[in-house]
């Protein structure tokens, strides 16, 4: 398996611009979460969602963020209008439950300017 | 609230010289405790997942345990390869993990 693919790797944006941010998970895997990391406040979880249902979204910053599962096999989360302190490294990771291990992805490294 | 403490921010260590790295923790109800390892420009790596106290489980040089409040990492006779930075997060009734800033740890040859 190729493990959890996030695209893109890098996106650099103007304050105000749409940013879409993509998963693929591991297949088979009924869980699918979004962190966000930076240096001041580390791996935070943005939310969550179970077999494509939206489970926990307690920890999206603002109604700027959404996020979406149309399917099994992708997920997006987009940033409307993005701001220069949304800057930060986006992860996805997947898991067949949530209480063992979530696989992650390599992270889209996101600059807001 | 679900808290994640770890410690200490930075460590460095000579090739072959064994530490601990702890996590203390204070939680509604553990349902797990996580173990990750992250290399820069990646994403986190799982390594461990503890579920009760006095629990332990052992990866090549690197052994993790667990108490009532806080989950050591020991790290034996470690290798530069081992540097890195390693996360410890928990999980509670609310079964969101919540993590903590990390350690990052350097083992020079």
């Known amino acids: 398996d190729a493990g959890v693919i996030q695209s893109p790797r890098h996106e650099v944006t103007e304050m105000g611009q749409e940013v879409t941010l993509r998963c693929k998970p591991i297949?088979?895997?009924?869980?699918l979460f979004w962190y966000r990391q930076t240096m001041m406040r580390g791996l935070e979880l943005l939310i969550y969602?179970?077999?494509?249902?939206?489970?926990?979204d307690s920890g999206m910053p603002e109604d700027r963020f959404s996020a979406k599962m149309p399917n099994a096999s992708f997920s997006t989360l987009k940033i409307q209008p993005s701001e220069p302190r949304d800057s930060a490294v986006y992860f996805c990771?997947?898991?067949?439950?949530?209480?063992?291990?979530?696989?992650f992805g390599q992270g889209t490294r996101l600059t807001v300017v | 609230e679900d808290q994640v403490t770890q410690s200490p921010e930075a460590l460095r260590l000579q090739e072959g010289e064994s530490s601990s790295l702890n996590c203390s923790y204070t939680v509604s109800g553990l349902r797990g405790l996580f173990w990750y390892r992250q290399d820069p420009g990646k994403g986190p790596e799982f390594l461990f997942t503890?579920?009760?106290a006095g629990e332990e489980k052992e990866k090549e040089r690197l052994k993790a345990t667990l108490t009532k409040k806080e989950s050591f990492l020991h790290i034996t006779a470690p290798k530069p390869e081992d540097s890195a930075t390693y996360l410890c997060a928990v999980q509670g009734g609310a079964q969101k993990l919540v993590f903590g800033q990390g350690t990052r740890l350097t083992i020079n040859p």
């Open positions: 297949s088979g895997h009924d869980y």
């Open positions: 503890l579920y009760s």
């Open positions: 990771a997947s898991g067949r439950d949530t209480n063992t291990e979530a696989f």
């Open positions: 969602f179970n077999n494509n249902v939206p489970i926990d």
